[in-house]
């Protein structure tokens, strides 16, 4: 039986972040709008709601602000007809960068919830810094992750760089991705400084076929740095290219130095001996880290 193909809006969202300032920074009769704390991409429609602002990048009508939970701070971003999902852009570089909304000197407010199920990325290419140094607080989500498509994307250099910065618990489970394996990938610093003061860190990324990826330079250092707790599941298993221009400089350079954590990298190598950059490739890791064989190269 086919699937059914998902439905998507017609036009691509905005920057949502600037469209939200913009719209926090407007009044109503002389009252501020509240803070925005969380997002949700939503396919139900308008449900009868007035629409808080034109979500949609040219300003085409089909893409919509919603309120979901006025009082927590949580906006719906939907089409006003349900069963559409919300078309994103082909770059999402930058996307959810960092999100701090500065209340004229008094105080910083976070977007700390993202449920991000509905935004279809299935055309994007571009994911990098997408979620770099999201997360303000301890209680810092994004949920739907596992519904992306990535296939299309090549670009997720420092995706998630200094993302979940205060979690003291991170679990992320991305074992769903499936990667281009038509046109070279770069991942460089894509998991640098993850989760830096989380006490526990649970990353899956079990399945990825990285046959395609050049850069991995710095993908995981810092990764984890308190954390006596850390488990990262299905690196071991990565199916890794054989070329002659790949980076694996400082991949894992003072990767998880806190715990007991340990990878066993040398299947990376069952194929024959990895030509690349590897310099400082797992350094101060305390030999929690058996590395693949390198094959000898000239620079």
């Keep these: ?90 770059s999402m570089d930058c996307y959810f960068y960092k999100t701090i909304f500065c209340d004229y000197g008094t105080a910083e407010k976070f977007i700390t919830y993202l449920d991000v199920t509905h935004l279809d990325v299935s055309k994007s290419t571009d994911f ?18 596992s519904a992306w498509g990535v296939s299309h994307g090549i670009n997720f250099c420092g995706m998630f760089d200094d993302a979940f910065s205060e979690n003291k618990t991170v679990d992320l489970d991305l074992t769903s991705w499936k990667f281009c394996q038509d046109h070279e990938i770069k991942m460089n610093r894509m998991f640098r400084r993850f989760a830096r003061k989380a006490e526990e860190v649970n990353l899956n990324l079990g399945g990825w076929n990285v046959e395609k990826v050049t850069g991995f330079y710095e993908a995981f250092k810092d990764f984890a740095c308190i954390a006596e707790k850390v488990n990262i599941t299905g690196v071991d298993e990565w199916t890794v290219g054989q070329g002659n ?45 058996k590395e693949p064989v390198w094959a000898d190269r000239e620079d």
């Design 1 to 90: 039986m086919t699937a059914k193909k998902k439905r998507t809006t017609k036009h691509v969202i905005g920057n949502i972040l600037i469209l939200i300032k913009k719209w926090q920074l407007a009044s109503s009769n002389g009252v501020s709008h509240p803070f925005v704390e969380g997002i949700v991409f939503s396919n139900e429609g308008a449900k009868g709601r007035t629409p808080l602002f034109d979500a949609s990048n040219s300003k085409t009508g089909d893409i919509f602000a919603y309120w979901k939970d006025e009082k927590s701070g949580i906006l719906e971003i939907s089409a006003p007809e349900p069963g559409y999902e919300i078309k994103a852009p082909k």
């Design 128 to 145: 990098s810094d997408c979620f770099k140094e999201f997360g303000g607080n301890q209680e810092a989500e994004i949920h739907g992750l």
């Design 245 to 289: 221009y790949i980076s694996f400089s400082s991949m894992f350079e003072n990767f998880a130095p806190k715990c007991n954590c340990q990878l066993d990298l040398s299947k990376w190598s069952k194929s024959g001996a990895l030509l690349g950059r590897n310099y400082y490739f797992a350094l101060g890791t305390f030999f929690k880290i």
